[in-house]
């Protein structure tokens, strides 16, 4: 089982990024897919999530600037960010999860600076 993270950098304030996750070893499309953030010190926390059904959510402060995603038929995951704001700066972590089944990728950096 694989999950790789990509697509993350640097960015200005007011700035967009698109995060991939491709995902390898399993059934992807039977999964609900997250992603979270952490930043030092602190505790990994939720971001958006996507259901194997298609319905997605957010936490209220990514809520109309993010926008997840996914595309079954690559067994790809996607996190579009707009509007990305200083505190938006984290390393960003790909999850995969099916009852008590929970997969983890390694994470890709977004920096958010002037």
């Known amino acids: 089982v694989q999950l790789v993270e990509s697509g993350g950098g640097l960015v200005q304030p007011g700035g967009s990024l698109r995060l991939s996750c491709a995902a390898s070893?399993?059934?992807?499309?039977?999964?609900?897919m997250r992603w979270y953030r952490q930043t030092p010190g602190k505790e990994r926390e939720w971001v958006a999530g996507?259901?194997?059904?298609?319905?997605?959510y957010y936490v209220g402060g990514v809520k109309g600037r993010f926008t997840i995603s996914r595309d079954n038929a690559k067994n790809t995951l996607y996190l579009q960010m707009n509007n990305l704001k200083l505190d938006d700066t984290a390393v960003y972590y790909c999850?995969?999860?099916?009852?008590?089944?929970?997969?983890w990728g390694q994470g890709t950096r977004v920096t958010v600076s002037s």
């Open positions: 999850n995969a999860r099916l009852v008590q089944t929970n997969y």
């Open positions: 070893g399993f059934t992807f499309s039977s999964y609900d």
């Open positions: 996507i259901e194997s059904g298609g319905s997605s």
